[in-house]
């Protein structure tokens, strides 16, 4: 099993609670083609908040491709982390 760490630039942003869309689109083309991977997303939710209720996020697990642009929600001062799992 591999994993991979994947920052973006809206992870950075979110981290900085400066998001102004807060859905994000994440782009997996640096994927192998072909391959099918497992994504496990921890995320915010709508009544998250990185200063109030900074606890308070959901757990997701998908397959992924190359071709796959996942879409992130993020709050002020929220953020998310995704760990890419290899089949």
């Known amino acids: 099993m591999t994993s991979r760490l994947v920052e973006?630039?809206?992870g950075k942003v979110a981290q900085k609670g400066l998001n102004t869309h807060?859905?994000?689109p994440l782009d997996l083309s640096f994927l192998e083609p072909?391959?099918?991977d497992k994504?496990?997303?921890?995320r915010d939710?709508?009544?998250a908040d990185g200063n109030t209720n900074p606890e308070v996020f959901v757990?997701?697990?998908k397959p992924v491709t190359a071709?796959?642009?996942l879409m992130i929600y993020l709050v002020?001062?929220?953020g998310y982390a995704i760990q890419l799992v290899r089949k």
């Open 76 to 78: 002020k001062g929220g």
């Open 67 to 69: 071709k796959t642009k």
């Open 8 to 10: 973006s630039a809206a």
């Open 45 to 47: 939710v709508a009544n």
């Open 59 to 61: 757990i997701e697990r």
């Open 34 to 36: 072909g391959q099918i």
């Open 39 to 42: 994504a496990v997303i921890y």
């Open 22 to 24: 807060p859905t994000r």
